[in-house]
Each structure stands twice: as C-alpha cells, then as structure tokens.
C-alpha cells in the first residue's frame, strides 16, 4: 500500500478582476459569457467603473439580456442618455442610471451567491472604498465618476469618484475576498486617446445629426473636440490623460499583486463614448477567453489542498 498520504484536492475559487475603460468594459461581457461556456463560474467578481456596471449586472443574474441591450444601442440613443451638466463633469450620468433601475433589479450585495465588490475613489480623502454590501447598482454608480466627464455620485453623505483612480484593474480586492485564482481583464494596457468619441459630436450618424439639425450639446461638444494639427482638442486631452493615468496605475499595482491571468481586449481604435460599438467588444472579449481557454483550464483543474 502507498504510504503516501492522499490529498483530496478542490477546485480553486476563481476571481475576476474587470477593470476601468469606459465604452471598451463591453468586452467585459464576451469574457464572462464565454468564461460561463467553458464552465467557469468565478465567485469572486471585483469591478471597477464600467467593470463595476457589467459585474454588478451578472452577479444579478441579468447578463444575457444586458447584452441583448447593448448589441443594439445606436449612437442617437447613446447620445440620448447624456444628461448634461456644468456641475463636477460634463455628464450627471442619473438619466442612464435610471433607466438601469428601471429595467434591472437591484438586489443587496450580501444576499447574492457570488462575491461582488465595486471600487471607488473617496474624493475627499483620495481613498480606495470598497463597497460590499447594500443594493448593488447604487454600488457600481458609485465607482462610475470619470472626472471630467460624468459628475462625482454621493454615496452614504460621501463625493465618490472613478475607482480607476487609485485601483484600475482590482487583483487587489478580488484576493482579498478569498479569490485564489484571478483572471483580470486589463482594458487600459493599449493608450486610447486619439479622439473622444464621434457620438459626443454628432458624427456618428448621418441625417438629422448632421449640420442645423445638431442639439447645442453637439454643438458645444464638437467645438470642445476640434482641435488642429498643431494643438489637441480639449476632449483629446481629457480622454489621452485618463488612460495615461489608469495605464500607470494599472502597471503598479499590478506589479505588486499579479493576477494568475490578464486578459487584454484588442480595442485600439475604441474612444472613451463609442458605447454603440458593442457587438465588436463584445466579441473581442469571447475571443480573449477562447485563446487562452488551455490555460484558464490549467489553472482551474490545478490541484489545491
């Protein structure tokens, strides 16, 4: 008889780290659906910004029919939701998170069957807040503030903004949550900064879009984004310093707290607002998971005491 002793062995608690990057977080959603093909289920779901939004939809239980939604979103409709503002950033963000309320549920952190937590900057102070418990999309709101564009969200009488900030891809809080395999989906690993986004000036569609028949936000918008050979736009600016920020922070942190797995969606030409370019993230994101499929299955069936 062997005299070995015998280790029954586990399946690890999987992570998912999904990290900040605005329009181009819909890769997010082909990385979780096709992560669910293989049979993986992460338990552990940490998100950051848009990362937070897509998280919190499907520890919700609600993906497939978010997806269906954002497949379809045109540019008109996008820029529909913008609510504009002069207060903290160009865009309050509430008309788009209603409609989110309206059409999803909104259940409490703590009662779902998966872990969920949403990162956020407490602008007072400069800190990383985890929020994990309480209804989930106030949550995912709160780490949804990308200075300059959408206003900071006061959340339990504090000024909350992006948790991209200070923790862009959160490794960090999916270990500390009990994740013993990560797979972080970095979207800020490719500089993104070229143009802001054809929606915020009207160009995205032809027609009524175009010329007089432009709203004066559009108006306002495409002056802010016209810029010239020799000088960036305001908007350029605003949207290349963002990724240059998160890209830095990204590396940093990063460095210190290596996740088993990064995933780097390929959206070179994505710009902060292109929101209706869905179906192309989407199927980067599934694409992503189908590549290193041997891999994720390395690491999932790896002995664990």
């Known amino acids: 008889m062997d005299a070995q002793l015998s280790i029954q062995s586990r399946t ?61 979103l045109t540019a008109r409709e996008v820029l529909g939701f913008l609510d504009l503002s002069f207060s903290g950033g160009f865009v ?67 000024w909350m903004l992006d948790g991209g900030l200070v923790n862009p891809v959160p490794v960090s809080a999916c ?9 972080a989906v970095n979207l800020n690993a490719q500089l993104v900064g070229s143009h802001f986004s054809r929606v915020m000036t009207g160009d995205a569609e032809s027609g009524a879009e175009a010329g007089n028949g432009r709203s004066w936000w559009q108006k306002a918008a495409g002056y802010l984004s016209s810029g010239s050979a020799d000088a960036p736009s305001v908007f350029d600016v605003m949207a290349t310093s963002v990724n240059i920020l998160q890209d830095r922070v990204t590396r940093s942190r990063m460095a210190g707290d290596p996740p088993e797995l990064t995933l780097v969606p390929m959206l070179e030409d994505f710009a902060l607002m292109d929101f209706h370019r869905a179906p192309e993230a989407i199927a980067e994101g599934r694409r992503l998971v189908e590549e290193n499929a041997e891999m994720i299955r390395a690491w999932i069936h790896r002995a664990t005491p």
């Open 12 to 72: 690890p608690v999987v992570g998912l780290a999904l990290g900040s990057g605005s329009a181009r977080g819909w890769a997010h959603i082909g990385v979780i659906q096709a992560l669910e093909q293989m049979g993986v289920r992460p338990m552990v779901v940490a998100g950051t910004s848009i990362g937070a939004l897509v998280g919190a939809v499907y520890v919700s239980g609600q993906l497939d029919a978010f997806s269906a939604w954002v497949q379809k």
């Open 92 to 158: 309050k963000g509430e008309r788009l998170f209603a409609f989110f309320e309206e059409q999803h549920s909104n259940p409490q952190i703590e009662a779902l069957g998966q872990r969920y937590v949403s990162v956020c900057t407490e602008m007072q102070t400069g800190r990383e807040i985890w929020i994990t418990q309480g209804p989930i999309l106030p949550a995912a709101r709160a780490s949804c503030a990308l200075p300059g564009l959408f206003s900071p969200v006061r959340y339990e009488q504090r």
């Open 175 to 183: 270990r500390a949550l009990g994740a013993e395999v990560v797979i």
